[in-house]
């Protein structure tokens, strides 16, 4: 049997990795799987959590972060296109509109 | 099992490195698909059969799909490097150290190996599932429905030709 341990610390390794990322990359596409790859991360948390309480809700809310997160895929992925058919860029250095 | 655990946990992590280390979001994408599918083999090892298949269906099919398609879609191609700060370049990996150390020792202060005894296997079928989710988590079940269906609307707004 997997140790809980190793499993939250390949969770939390995962996390890290996308929070670099997320700083890191300039191309709003990879930021925004950046965000994929923490909430995954989260994901294997809950499962992990799950199997040691020995608790089904665990998994369920794996099943509605999944759910919200093809929401926010498909929202965002809208909102990329039509920025880039405003700005015509991905670099998200190019996008300091907001800036003061 | 453990070391089905410990072959895909690895594969996940050079996935997960990759996915940050490419400079080209085709690249991206697919070490992202290769991440999401160790993950659900993982998620088989911890009994999450059911969360398994949604994931490689859901997650690996549906939004990557969506990702990959944008990616072509909007011809993105090798991003240039960045020229601005360049003090974070060399407090940011330190940074990220500190950042693993500090989840990581939470994480084996608060559970030692061996501390934690896994409780019996559950049942996590898609039976299982389906009886929690009707009976414990119908409100969340039906406020998901409408959240998939603003963010329909709201994607095809988006995407319009004149916003």
């Given amino acids: ?100 | 099992m453990l070391v089905l655990f410990y072959i895909f946990a690895a594969l996940a992590v050079l996935a997960a490195i990759s996915v940050i280390a490419q400079r080209t979001p085709v690249y991206s994408a697919l070490s992202l698909i290769l991440v999401l599918c160790s993950l659900a083999v993982v998620y088989l090892l911890l009994g999450a059969e059911f969360i398994a298949v949604i994931q490689v269906i859901v997650y690996a099919g549906a939004i990557m799909v969506l990702f990959v398609f944008v990616i072509m879609l909007l011809n993105a191609g090798r991003e240039a490097p960045s020229q601005r700060s360049r003090i974070a370049r060399w407090l940011g990996p330190p940074l990220i150290a500190a950042f693993l150390a500090e989840v990581l020792f939470a994480v084996w202060k608060q559970f030692p190996a061996g501390s934690a005894r896994p409780a019996a296997p559950l049942d996590a079928g898609p039976a299982a599932i389906g009886h929690l989710l009707f009976r414990n988590y119908m409100l969340p079940f039906e406020v998901t429905s409408i959240l998939i269906l603003v963010a329909i609307l709201g994607a095809v707004v988006l995407a319009k030709k004149e916003l």
Avoid: W
């Fill in chain 1, 1 to 100: 049997m997997v140790p809980l341990a190793h499993v939250l610390s390949l969770s939390a390794a995962l996390f890290v990795i996308g929070a670099a990322g997320f700083v890191i990359r300039k191309n709003i596409i990879t930021v925004f799987m950046c965000i994929e790859l923490m909430l995954n991360a989260v994901n294997l948390a809950f499962i992990g959590f799950s199997r040691y309480l020995g608790n089904l809700d665990g998994q369920l809310f794996v099943f509605f972060v999944i759910v919200v997160a093809a929401a926010e895929a498909a929202v965002g992925l809208a909102i990329i296109i039509a920025l880039y058919r405003n700005r015509n860029s991905l670099n998200i250095e190019e996008l300091d509109s907001m800036k003061m």
